[in-house]
Structure formats: structure tokens, C-alpha cells
């Protein structure tokens, strides 16, 4: 039986432990960070949380919509044993009809239905050592990395204020900060990522949000200056990053890939593409 459950109401361990023992388990779906990101959110649960859907939702003047929030690429459903396509289904059916207009992002483990488009995104396995991971950067990317490292580049820890403010004074399109502010406290408090800058000579140039989950980091938030963009900063940063964790067996998920020039610069590294799966459903 599935059933929809507000947050109230939730019984949150159970909900946790589900999301934390699934077959899919993604850091976006914890009920610490979905209350971060999200304004509103609800949970349709298969019987004593075997499996869970979380939605998040905004209201616009009388009407409920339900949104993917930001910095969470990817949700949908989430279970302890593997569940059968059409049971994905049931729970998609199962989203209240009070919604107008419906935006789910499923995750790569989801299945992929008559109603849902494809999404890209890329990861690479750090599964062996460094020089070898290295060995399949493109030509370029090598030479970005040479740049950085020429210029003396080093890594060390900022704040995310610091890095908002690059954001903010670097970047036409905007973000909610405050959601990312608040997010990157919980991520850090909670010791599930970590934040690192890119300096020369003690110039910040910019740097990252990662977030460690399962063997899994996200690179979820990066920014850079002008200068740290002429110096590869980034290119340095992922690049020493990968270094770190070489031969670990964690997958570095690059978090996007939608957009052809970024996933380029994602493929340089060696990544490889993962597919998910947009649900979308609208009344009118």
C-alpha cells in the first residue's frame, strides 16, 4: 500500500534508514537536506517505508506545483529491494492530483517511462591510481592542468560566504544563496562533504562544494573569478581532487552534463555519461 505523507508527520528515522540502506541512495533525499533545499516537501511511502518518494513543492497563489529543487539533481524513488518498473509507476500514479504541474527528477537506478525525458549527467570510477586515471584526460585537459600547476596553484579551505561572493560578482544568473548558505552548514556539520579553495600566492580564485555519500562525491557547487578561469583553476582543483581519492573505488559525480560545453569539459576527464530520467505531468 502506498500511502502520501506529510512532513509532519513523518517518522523520519524510518525514512532516513530507508533512503540511507536503498539500492539507490542519494544524498539529495535525506530528510536534513531536503529541508534545506526544499520549501515544502511530502513523502508517498510504500508500507512501513520498503520504499519512498519524496516530493518537493511550492505553492503559487491557490495552486500546489511540485519542483526538483535546487542543488538536488536527482530523487524518485527509493528502495531496500529492487522494485519492478510498473510498481515505479504505481508510486509515480500515486503523486496527488492537487499538483497542477508535476517535476520529478528520478535517479539513474529509476526506470524510464512513456512519460519521462532523458537527462545526462557524468561520473568517473576512481578505481585505480592516479596515472592511470590521468592517461585518459584529453590532450587538452592535461594542458589545462599544467597551466594550474605552473601558476603554483594550491588548495585550501574557504567558506562558502567566500565563495558566494565570487558567485555573486562573477556570474550573470543568480542562485538562491541563502538555500546554499544554509545547505552547505548542514553538509559540513553533518560531515558529508567538504569545501575547498584554489589560491594563488593567497589570492582566492575560487573553488567547490562536494558532498561524500556513499562512495559517491558530488561536484555540487563551483565558482571561480575571471583569473582563476585564465589559470584552469577548476581544472586543477577536480584534478587534484581525483588525486586525493585515487584507487578508492568512490565515483566522482560530475552533477551535470545537459549543456554540450559542459559536458565536454566532464568527458576530458575521462568520465563517463549516466543517464536519468525527467517526470513531467501537467493538467491544464
Not at 508527520?9 to 536534513?32: E, G, L, M, T, V
Not at 584526460?137 to 594542458?143: I, L
Amino acid at each position: 500500500m502506498i500511502k502520501l505523507i506529510s512532513r509532519k508527520n513523518i517518522n523520519i528515522d524510518k525514512y532516513d534508514d530507508c533512503i540511507q540502506n536503498s539500492i539507490q541512495s542519494r544524498i539529495y533525499a535525506f530528510s536534513w537536506y531536503l529541508d534545506r533545499v526544499s520549501k515544502n516537501w511530502s513523502v508517498l511511502v510504500l508500507n512501513d517505508y520498503e520504499a519512498v518518494l519524496p516530493i518537493s513543492w511550492q505553492r503559487k497563489l491557490f495552486f500546489k506545483y511540485s519542483n526538483q529543487p535546487y542543488f538536488s539533481q536527482q530523487l524518485g524513488v527509493f528502495s531496500k529491494k529492487q522494485i519492478s518498473k510498473e510498481l515505479q509507476e504505481e508510486f509515480l500514479s500515486q503523486v496527488p492530483g492537487q499538483f497542477f504541474k508535476v517535476v520529478i527528477h528520478l535517479n539513474s537506478q529509476n526506470y524510464s517511462t512513456e512519460n519521462t525525458s532523458t537527462l545526462k549527467n557524468y561520473k568517473l570510477s576512481l578505481n585505480t591510481d592516479y596515472d592511470s586515471l590521468k592517461k585518459r584526460f584529453s590532450k587538452g585537459r592535461k594542458h589545462a592542468i599544467k597551466v594550474g600547476e605552473k601558476a603554483s596553484l594550491v588548495l585550501k579551505e574557504t567558506t562558502i560566504d567566500e565563495l558566494i561572493k565570487i558567485h555573486n560578482d562573477n556570474y550573470l544568473y543568480k542562485i538562491p544563496y541563502n538555500v546554499l548558505r544554509e545547505l552547505s552548514k548542514s553538509i559540513l556539520s553533518n560531515k558529508k562533504g567538504f569545501l575547498l579553495g584554489v589560491f594563488e600566492d593567497g589570492q582566492l580564485l575560487g573553488g567547490a562544494l562536494f558532498t561524500n555519500h556513499n562512495k559517491r562525491i558530488t561536484y555540487l557547487f563551483a565558482t571561480f573569478t575571471a583569473k582563476g578561469k585564465t589559470l584552469q583553476a577548476s581544472s586543477f582543483l577536480l584534478s587534484e581532487v581525483i588525486k586525493k581519492h585515487q584507487q578508492t573505488g568512490i565515483i566522482l559525480d560530475f552533477e551535470g552534463g545537459n549543456m554540450p560545453n559542459i559536458a565536454k569539459f566532464y568527458r576530458s576527464f575521462g568520465a563517463e555519461e549516466e543517464n536519468y530520467f525527467a517526470f513531467k505531468r501537467i493538467f491544464l
